[in-house]
């Protein structure tokens, strides 16, 4: 039995967007016996533009709130590496460390299904109540500036007469996303474009030699941007582009093109393509970096996940960060209301150590990847990277170590780490 929304009840929090960092607070919460009403615009299951890889950080979140094996029931595709394409084409692959627990680094599937698992565990949750086609456009504070409450559209109640509905929570957790509306209400700055990604992606059927790796192309004609070859099972893959939205505007030509270019023209990728099949639209949103540092909480609110501008900056991976800042938020709710008993919404103060989560555990690799994202702008030492990578283990054995820890990517910046990519041995 689903929860009724009720307006005359003080929710311990209200959830705003029911994505990964949403539906990870909700859950997290619901299982401390914390009431919640969580509330999405969509009617699920939803369409969600992504690349559609899940991470090894995605899959830890995802175990721990006992969703792996409604994921695994899907078709999806098995992820052990990447394969780096340079600008003068040289190819180099290497691969991730296996997941915690298991026997791949990570997975590929539509979202679509991926937030269907976690919105279907949400609204059987007996302390959720889950609304969809609910769109939040206001927020409530109260005669002390504190934010108590929201305001939205209530898509549901009748599809010709849909009706304005106030709910009320000790905290509101905006997790609606990159265009977030609770973060434009709290007057809080978009991420610039020098900060954002535009990114597009299509599904494709039939593309020769897809294997159990990511792909990533730094080409001609894309540069400074990228393309990626996700393959998500059953013969399908997720094809893309990610550029940074100030380059983007720099350029005279719809990013479409730019993919379809690459797709029907550039060498080694367009005879893989002969044959296949593209299947629904390119679809196009954007992708809010973490090395934009936003403000992701106060007084009686918090921002996670892409609201928060959260996502990895080099990789433009952001579930993770989404699932693990949806826990963080949770957690700090949670402790918040027990030294807080009652029904005030909950101060600035004491929702401050979800900032300082945030800044401890996802900021560092947040900083490092930001340094990787610039580096790969360079043609000239990606050609040298990807190209030394390819012949010499010592190098590729640094590339592996510092996609996997923060103090090799630290290294970026040191004239000797450039040396010792030059010297022969
Ligand atoms: C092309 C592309 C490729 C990407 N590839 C990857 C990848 O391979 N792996 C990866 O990990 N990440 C990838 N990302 C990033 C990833 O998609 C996001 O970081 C992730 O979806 C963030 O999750 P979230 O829960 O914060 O927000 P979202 O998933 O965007 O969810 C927000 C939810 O809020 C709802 N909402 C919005 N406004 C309102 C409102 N006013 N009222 C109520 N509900 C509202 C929406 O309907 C939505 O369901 C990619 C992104 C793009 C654009």
Excluded at 141 to 149: A, E, L, T
Excluded at 164 to 182: E, P
Excluded at 235 to 253: P, Y
Excluded at 257 to 286: C, D, H, K
Aim: aromatic letters at 8%.
């Amino acid at each position: 039995m689903e929860n009724m929304p009720s307006e005359e009840i003080i929710y311990d929090a209200i959830v705003v967007g029911a994505g990964p960092a949403g539906c990870s607070c909700a859950l997290f919460l619901a299982r401390a016996n914390r009431t919640v009403l969580i509330a999405d615009k969509a009617l699920f299951p939803r369409e969600k533009v992504c690349g559609d890889a899940v991470s090894g950080k995605s899959i830890g979140v995802l175990r721990e709130l006992g969703l792996l094996g409604e994921i695994e029931k899907n078709t999806h595709g098995v992820i052990n590496g990447t394969k780096f394409v340079s600008p003068n084409g040289k190819e180099v692959t290497v691969p991730f460390p296996k997941a915690t627990g298991m026997d791949c680094a990570g997975y590929t599937l539509p979202r679509k299904q991926t937030d269907l698992a976690l919105f279907d565990a949400v609204r059987h949750e007996p302390h959720i109540t889950a609304m969809q086609k609910f769109a939040v456009e206001e927020i409530i504070k109260d005669d002390r500036g504190r934010v108590c409450g929201i305001i939205g559209t209530d898509g549901m109640s009748s599809e010709n007469t849909p009706e304005k509905k106030t709910f009320h929570a000790r905290a509101i957790v905006g997790t609606d996303g990159s265009g977030s509306v609770v973060s434009r209400k709290l007057g809080l700055p978009s991420p610039t474009p020098e900060h954002t990604y535009m990114a597009i992606r299509g599904y494709w059927r039939g593309i020769k030699e897809l294997t159990d790796n990511i792909e990533l192309f730094f080409i001609d004609g894309v540069l400074p941007g990228y393309v990626w070859i996700f393959p998500i099972g059953g013969g399908a893959a997720n094809v893309g582009l990610g550029i940074l939205l100030s380059d983007m505007k720099k350029r005279n030509e719809h990013p479409n093109r730019i993919l379809m270019n690459v797709v029907n023209s550039y060498p080694s990728i367009s005879r893989r393509f002969a044959g296949a099949v593209m299947e629904g639209q390119i679809g196009a949103w954007t992708i809010p970096n973490g090395s934009f540092r936003k403000q992701n909480s106060g007084e009686g609110w918090l921002l996670s996940g892409d609201a928060a501008s959260l996502v990895d900056p080099f990789s433009g991976e952001g579930v993770g960060n989404a699932l693990v800042s949806g826990k963080y938020a949770a957690q700090t709710i949670q402790d918040a209301i027990a030294a807080t008993p009652g029904s005030e919404p909950l101060s600035a103060e004491s929702l401050m150590p979800y900032t300082k989560m945030v800044d401890d555990y996802l900021r560092p690799e947040m900083e490092q990847s930001y340094k990787l994202q610039q580096l790969s702008r360079h043609k000239f030492l990606l050609n040298l990277l990807i190209g030394k990578a390819a012949t010499k283990p010592k190098v590729r054995q640094k590339i592996i170590d510092m996609l996997a820890s923060d103090e090799e990517k630290k290294k970026v910046e040191s004239p000797w780490f450039y040396l010792d990519v030059l010297l022969p041995w």
